[in-house]
């Protein structure tokens, strides 16, 4: 089967199997959840979880989800402009609240109040 033919999920899987063929120690993942339906997103985040623990591949993942992210993550940085708005582990920003705070420039208190 050709890849193009595969869904975005499927594909998603083949790029980080074609990677991991190489042997990399790092493997560089850019918004593995875009257009993805939920099961598959689940699917891709269980094989790079995987990845880091058993396998232990250290991951550079961009995600918009900050949810996901914390969730896999060691450490966590949200770029604003091309700087560091925020970095900390995934136990300090795990509440969301100061991670909520640099991704959207306002807390969620304060998005309640507009």
Known sequence: MRAA???GGEQQQLAI??????GAKLLLVDEPSLGLAPIMVER??????????????????????????VDV?????VLRRGLI??????EELADGERLHEAYFGFGPSQEAQQ
Do not use: F, N
């Open 85 to 90: 708005e925020l970095e900390g582990s995934s």
């Open 5 to 7: 033919k595969l869904s």
């Open 17 to 22: 199997s074609r990677a991991l063929l190489t």
């Open 44 to 69: 891709v985040y269980d094989i790079l979880r995987d990845l880091r623990e058993k396998h232990g591949v250290t991951l550079l993942i961009v995600e918009e989800s900050t949810e996901r992210a």
């Open 73 to 77: 993550a060691d450490r966590v940085y």
